[in-house]
């Protein structure tokens, strides 16, 4: 697979998969790149902003914090 098939592919899967996450929280898939929406779902927001995060330290901050708010419960931790 040439280098242009692999990004095209790559992208539809990305486009896929954002258009499940939409679908599963009930709103357009634009909530995750649009800031500017007046109605935005704070599940949707809150996935744009992790997204807007580039430092893997500040994204794992960011975990640990909600971590700590959420319920006691059994989590399975990823890392």
Do not use: H
């Amino acid at each position: 697979m040439c280098k242009r098939d692999a990004a095209e592919y790559e992208s539809d899967q990305s486009e896929a998969l954002l258009n499940r996450i939409a679908v599963a929280l009930d709103c357009p898939v634009e909530v995750f790149s649009d800031l500017s929406l007046p109605d935005r779902n704070p599940t949707a927001e809150i996935l744009q902003l992790w997204a807007m995060i580039e430092v893997e330290q500040d994204r794992l901050k960011v975990l640990s914090f909600i971590r700590g708010l959420a319920p006691r419960t059994e989590v399975p931790q990823s890392r």
